[in-house]
């Protein structure tokens, strides 16, 4: 008998053996230490499963002065965030900060929420709800914690994440401008100028506002120069910048700041369009 034929046998006479195999109980184990330390176990062997059952039975039966509840939310974000369950990830996290603010752990805790949380906003077209969520997380930990080790790693984030928010109005606007409908797109680019003025978003905003200003339908050149006047002090050398403003020398007095860029002329939709 060949091993082809004999692999149903063998199913057969394993399947029971692996269905007797003991699921892991944590009302087994007679001390919270005891649980601890197997959930420890079952999450290094990226068994989710068992340590997100003992984890959470810790954070239930455990004291608040037990200094093992904190370790205990830690760990159950990370057997979440091993399931790929982020949302459930970031509040466990949030928990230990918000009940442990003076644990070693709390700021790491933070910035695992903030992680989380942004890890749920997956691109930028998307509801940025998620994302709002993780900047409140980065800037909660870097005012708490200042002296963090981890606070470099917190402003990193938050920057990624300005270039994403900036990003969706860009998008917004750009499709506007490609509709040339310039007024409306304006104030798109307007926004983001103003609430991200140090990402590079911003530049190409106002690059946009320029060919805006610039084209048949609107020709407000004086507006145009104005931002160009930014541009050229922001960005001299920058290619896009000097094709988007030839003809337009830089101003000789000092350029306004980048989100002082000029008004939408009147008669221009006095809010932001529905996109």
């Known amino acids: 008998m060949n091993f082809r034929s004999r692999l149903p046998v063998l199913l057969l006479v394993l399947a029971p053996l692996a269905a007797c195999r003991p699921a892991f109980n944590p009302r087994k184990f007679s001390t919270s230490e005891a649980l601890f330390r197997a959930s420890i176990e079952r999450l290094q062997k990226k068994k989710w499963d068992d340590a997100v059952t003992g984890f959470e039975k810790l954070t239930l039966d455990l004291s608040s002065r037990d200094t093992l509840l904190p370790r ?97 109005d860009f998008d917004t606007g750009d499709a506007y401008f490609r509709r040339k409908a310039f007024d409306s797109a304006i104030i798109y680019f307007r926004d983001v100028v103003k609430n991200y003025p140090n990402t590079d978003r911003a530049r190409q905003a106002m690059v946009r506002m320029v060919q805006a200003y610039r084209s048949p339908q609107m020709n407000y050149r004086e507006d145009a120069r104005d931002v160009c006047a930014t541009l050229h002090t922001l960005y001299p050398a920058d290619a896009e910048v000097l094709k988007a403003c030839l003809g337009m020398a830089p101003a000789d007095s000092t350029a306004a700041p980048a989100a002082a860029v000029p008004a939408v002329k009147p008669g221009a939709a006095p809010a932001k369009p529905a996109p």
């Open 72 to 168: 205990a939310h830690w760990y159950l974000g990370k057997a979440h965030a091993g399931r790929s369950e982020q949302l459930l990830a970031a509040q466990e996290y949030s928990k230990l900060a918000e009940n442990f603010a003076d644990d070693t752990l709390a700021d790491d805790a933070l910035y695992e929420s903030g992680r989380s949380y942004s890890q749920l906003w997956r691109r930028p077209a998307l509801d940025p709800q998620y994302g709002q969520l993780a900047q409140v997380q980065y800037r909660l930990m870097i005012t708490l914690y200042p002296e963090s080790a981890i606070r470099a790693k917190a402003e990193s984030e938050l920057k990624r994440l300005d270039e994403w928010f900036a990003t969706k």
